[in-house]
């Protein structure tokens, strides 16, 4: 009896509707139909982008190919016109150079490839402007390459910039313009490139250390661009290897300092030096006296070295004494203390100041 009065009173009244109870999971099943459309008015994510490390070596030894790879264009080309006017093509070199930095451009960067020296390094250029990263971050190499600005500016200030410099040079040196005698317009224009000058190379070396510290932007231009050097490929290693590298390095750097250094020695004072360790001592006795020991020539007015009495030039003698008050006859080593017209009165050194 009270269960049935407690199930009529429990009973809804007035035909109300009953509502089954929750299910278990209904919420994970709610969170799954919202969630898509609760992400898709989220922004979204920023991907942040590998940090990568070029090697400075590479982009360095790239930029030295490049030079390379010009300077082998030019011998080429100037070959071609080796049998016309000497001195001529001289006057249109910084066209040449132009023309030549054009082409490499044109057949490079502006389709999209690496320079010779960039491909040899496996780098290539990329826009660091662009802060979008397309995709999936895998290697941190993947970015957009030039714009059709950057390459335009790119060429305008690597091919015209160093023409117009160049021709600025030649054109203020061929007309005196730092002379001090000159209009103070010339003489104003000459010190305002110096002084560009001096800002540029100030400029450059402060992105050098910039270059050292971070690996990236070799150069002003570069860096006014935003224009980086990264790899081209991650599985791919550098065509030319670190041993090839540094063998021409060492042979390109010596014989620079050949080239110095054989100016300013004096072959008379190497051949007299060298003389008493030569086992050829009977060619000694085959050598002409009546001859020059300096030009091998017949002396058109002979003059004799004191003490050794060995005939000479007037001309050959008298340059060697006034460069060098320690001047050796190069037959016997003995140092000329005085000079003599063959026949004539004794004419002193004169002494360096």
């Known amino acids: 009896m009270d269960r049935q009065n407690l199930a009529s009173s429990s009973a809804p009244r007035g035909g109300a509707t009953v509502h089954p109870p929750p299910q278990h999971d209904a919420w994970i099943n709610t969170y799954r139909n919202l969630h898509p459309q609760w992400q898709s008015l989220l922004p979204p994510p920023q991907q942040s982008a590998i940090p990568i490390s070029i090697s400075r070596v590479n982009q360095v030894d790239a930029g030295r190919l490049d030079i390379e790879m010009s300077a082998m264009l030019k011998?080429?080309?100037?070959?071609?016109?080796?049998?016309?006017?000497?001195?001529?093509?001289?006057?249109?070199?910084?066209e040449l150079d132009a023309f030549l930095e054009f082409l490499i451009w044109r057949f490079s960067i502006w389709v999209d490839k690496p320079t010779p020296g960039n491909a040899l390094m496996n780098l290539r250029y990329r826009d660091e402007r662009a802060s979008e990263i397309r995709g999936k971050v895998r290697t941190g190499l993947e970015g957009p390459g030039l714009t059709v600005a950057q390459k335009i500016w790119y060429c305008v200030a690597t091919v015209g910039g160093q023409y117009i410099w160049a021709r600025l040079q030649s054109f203020s040196a061929f007309r005196r313009w730092g002379d001090s005698e000159q209009?103070?317009?010339?003489?104003?224009?000459?010190?305002?490139?110096?002084?560009?000058?001096?800002?540029?190379?100030?400029?450059?070396?402060?992105?050098?250390?910039?270059?050292?510290?971070?690996?990236?932007?070799?150069?002003?231009?570069?860096?006014?661009?935003?224009?980086?050097?990264?790899?081209?490929?991650?599985?791919?290693?550098?065509?030319?290897?670190?041993?090839?590298?540094?063998?021409?390095?060492?042979?390109?750097?010596?014989?620079?300092?050949?080239?110095?250094?054989?100016?300013?020695?004096?072959?008379?004072?190497?051949?007299?030096?060298?003389?008493?360790?030569?086992?050829?001592?009977?060619?000694?006795?085959?050598?002409?006296e009546t001859l020059c020991p300096i030009c091998q020539g017949t002396p058109s007015i002979p003059f004799v070295a004191i003490p050794c009495q060995h005939r000479y030039c007037?001309?050959?003698?008298?340059?060697?004494?006034?460069?060098?008050?320690?001047?050796?006859?190069?037959?016997?080593?003995?140092?000329?203390?005085a000079m003599q017209r063959h026949g004539g009165l004794v004419s002193n050194i004169p002494q360096k100041q």
């Open 75 to 94: 011998e080429q080309l100037v070959k071609v016109f080796s049998l016309m006017k000497p001195g001529m093509l001289f006057q249109y070199e910084p």
């Open 314 to 337: 007037y001309y050959c003698l008298q340059t060697r004494c006034s460069a060098s008050s320690s001047f050796r006859c190069p037959r016997c080593g003995e140092p000329v203390a």
């Open 183 to 288: 209009r103070s317009l010339a003489r104003g224009v000459w010190l305002l490139m110096q002084r560009m000058e001096g800002i540029y190379k100030a400029a450059s070396f402060s992105n050098l250390l910039l270059f050292l510290y971070t690996g990236r932007f070799r150069n002003l231009i570069e860096r006014a661009l935003r224009a980086r050097l990264v790899y081209g490929s991650p599985n791919m290693n550098r065509a030319v290897s670190f041993e090839y590298m540094n063998r021409q390095l060492v042979w390109n750097e010596f014989s620079e300092l050949l080239l110095l250094l054989l100016p300013l020695l004096n072959s008379a004072s190497v051949k007299s030096f060298l003389r008493p360790f030569s086992k050829d001592k009977s060619s000694d006795s085959s050598v002409d």
